[in-house]
């Protein structure tokens, strides 16, 4: 639990900008007859969007691999699903972040932090009667909203251009988890209005009884 808190606040102070301000708002509350609570986040971040983090991005190694995707998007651009759409989703990919670049250190857990957020998420936030934990983000005009159908998966790839060679993790919000393909206009979104910045929205339960059953753990 403190290790997704700790990657959304660490995400805001580094990738917002210099003049990015960012807030917290959370409530939890356990109703009368259930052996379970229920927690409501709102993380939110007066800055540059993340598509603005990563086009502007100062590593070359981070750029190419944009210019790659773009190129291989191109031919599916349209009015809901564009350059902006298509580095939101990537920024959420295992291996692609703005800082990565091996003049920084840390630089092989790059872009990893956000994976492993919504892998945590999903493993501790449901119950034992069946509630799903919901999440969702909007920065800028894209809106991605996470539901149990699309889910983060180990993908391997060979020689790949963007990915390199070995296992990641990838979340493409669509039928073949294919990156390289564009995601479900009814998870990620293009919106009209523009919100300047981030907006990271989490509903989700604290049942010790599923977190013991997920952790493979005898109740």
Same mark, same amino acid.
């Given at each position: 639990?403190?290790? $997704?808190?700790?990657?959304?606040?660490?995400?805001?102070?580094?990738?917002?900008?210099?003049?990015?301000?960012?807030?917290?708002?959370?409530?939890?509350?356990? +109703?009368?007859?259930?052996?379970?609570?229920?927690?409501?986040?709102?993380?939110?971040?007066?800055?540059?969007?993340? #598509?603005?983090?990563?086009?502007? /991005?100062? /590593?070359?190694?981070?750029?190419?691999?944009?210019?790659?995707?773009?190129?291989?998007?191109?031919?599916?651009?349209?009015?809901?699903?564009?350059?902006?759409?298509?580095?939101?989703?990537?920024?959420?990919?295992?291996?692609?972040?703005?800082?990565? @670049?091996?003049?920084?250190?840390?630089? @092989?857990?790059?872009?990893?932090? @956000?994976?492993?957020?919504?892998?945590?998420?999903?493993?501790?936030?449901?119950?034992?009667?069946?509630? *799903?934990?919901?999440?969702?983000?909007?920065?800028?005009?894209?809106?991605?909203?996470?539901?149990?159908?699309?889910?983060?998966?180990?993908?391997?790839?060979?020689?790949?251009?963007?990915?390199?060679?070995?296992?990641?993790?990838?979340?493409?919000?669509?039928?073949?988890? +294919?990156?390289?393909?564009?995601?479900?206009?009814?998870?990620?979104?293009?919106? *009209?209005?523009?919100?300047?910045? @981030?907006? $990271?929205?989490?509903?989700? #339960?604290? +049942? /010790?009884?599923?977190?013991? *059953?997920?952790?493979?753990?005898?109740?």
């Amino acid at each position: 639990f403190s290790s $997704i808190l700790g990657e959304v606040v660490n995400n805001c102070e580094i990738h917002g900008g210099s003049e990015a301000v960012w807030y917290i708002q959370g409530h939890y509350q356990i +109703d009368e007859g259930k052996d379970y609570g229920e927690m409501q986040l709102v993380f939110l971040n007066f800055g540059d969007t993340i #598509y603005e983090g990563l086009k502007n /991005s100062p /590593s070359k190694e981070t750029v190419q691999k944009l210019n790659t995707m773009t190129k291989a998007h191109r031919k599916y651009f349209d009015s809901s699903w564009n350059e902006e759409t298509l580095f939101t989703v990537l920024a959420l990919q295992d291996g692609i972040s703005r800082l990565r @670049t091996n003049k920084i250190a840390g630089y @092989t857990t790059r872009g990893s932090g @956000t994976v492993n957020m919504i892998e945590k998420f999903g493993l501790i936030g449901g119950s034992e009667n069946g509630l *799903k934990p919901e999440m969702s983000i909007v920065s800028g005009r894209t809106w991605i909203r996470f539901n149990e159908y699309y889910k983060m998966k180990s993908m391997i790839f060979r020689n790949d251009p963007v990915f390199g060679s070995g296992e990641r993790k990838i979340i493409a919000f669509n039928d073949e988890n +294919d990156i390289y393909m564009p995601s479900n206009s009814d998870n990620v979104i293009f919106m *009209k209005n523009y919100f300047p910045g @981030t907006v $990271i929205s989490l509903k989700f #339960y604290l +049942d /010790s009884r599923y977190i013991n *059953k997920m952790k493979g753990n005898k109740v």
